[in-house]
């Protein structure tokens, strides 16, 4: 009994240290305003948010929208890359990155329409390529049904859309989603749960820096910020997510897809291209959730290709 008792006030010790050093109820954003902004960096005033964007270079104009629990940052290679040929825009969607919750707790897919519609009228623009990322891949493909006469040609990365009851592994994810251990979730984050994470969306942990790890965790915990992924999480693996639509994508369409996705299963790739009529696959082998971000250089090429194609 005694050792029992000891055991257990181990225990406990341990668990209130783990709890101490994890816990964070968000950081204030006027904290990571210089370390994650851009000299391009510009916010939009926007139904009581701060919509942060970013916008580089010439040319026509190619609008790029991030996936869930990240930023306009994990766009940075095709900033470079693609600059001196299109005049590249990138967002913080509401939720995530700067820009932070939407006051109102809507993430419905109007919404976002909203605010893509509203930043591009402020910069004028009424014709783009348009590309996106897994959740951001979700946003393009509905942006192009939204207002098929403003995005003219679409890029999907390991995009959201089909199988939205699969089964979650990560066990950050599960956790966010989780009714019972959400509410953990939005107060402690560790930062061991977050490196998994990227490590997963990557092709290979070697090609995960610290830097980048530290990048996500930071923006994560960005106030409000993890509640609202808990949201987005549910929403699009609740059943509610319709593939019949992507049917009546007309816009010309380049599918990118890493082989080594484990979020999202690959084959939803030729699904997408069998959908659309008008699609090309591109297929990189040893690549995960995130080629951009991966291979910048490569997709940057890859997408120039297409967008410049008469």
Not at 167 to 193: C, D, Q, V
């Amino acid at each position: 009994m005694k050792y029992l008792k000891k055991g257990l006030l181990f225990f406990l010790l341990v668990l209130i240290a783990f709890v101490g050093f994890n816990y964070n109820s968000g950081t204030p954003v006027e904290k990571l305003l210089e370390k994650y902004t851009y000299p391009e960096s510009k916010f939009i005033s926007l139904d009581g948010m701060k919509v942060h964007y970013r916008v580089t270079g010439k040319g026509p104009a190619l609008v790029l929208i991030h996936g869930v629990a990240s930023s306009l940052h994990t766009w940075e290679g095709w900033h470079s890359d693609l600059s001196n040929d299109f005049t590249v825009i990138s967002l913080d969607v509401p939720g995530f990155g700067l820009t932070g919750p939407n006051p109102n707790n809507n993430y419905s897919v109007q919404n976002y329409m909203s605010v893509l519609d509203t930043l591009l009228d402020k910069l004028h623009i009424d014709s783009c390529f348009m590309a996106g990322n897994s959740f951001g891949g979700y946003l393009t493909w509905n942006y192009a049904l939204h207002d098929p006469a403003r995005a003219k040609k679409i890029v999907l990365l390991d995009a959201s859309g089909y199988n939205a009851k699969r089964k979650i592994e990560n066990p950050g994810f599960k956790m966010a989603m989780n009714s019972w251990t959400k509410g953990i979730s939005h107060r402690i984050t560790p930062y061991f749960l977050v490196k998994r994470s990227v490590e997963d969306v990557y092709g290979g942990k070697s090609k995960v820096s610290e830097k980048t790890v530290h990048r996500y965790y930071d923006l994560m915990l960005r106030k409000g910020n993890r509640e609202a992924f808990s949201e987005i999480l549910n929403i699009l693996h609740s059943g509610k997510v319709n593939p019949r639509s992507i049917n009546d994508i007309t816009q010309p369409t380049l599918i990118l897809w890493g082989s080594d996705d484990r979020i999202i299963d690959p084959e939803d790739a030729y699904r997408f291209q069998d959908a659309i009529e008008d699609s090309k696959v591109i297929m990189y082998p040893d690549i995960g959730h995130i080629p951009m971000e991966e291979i910048p250089a490569k997709t940057a090429q890859d997408v120039k290709n297409f967008l410049i194609k008469s």
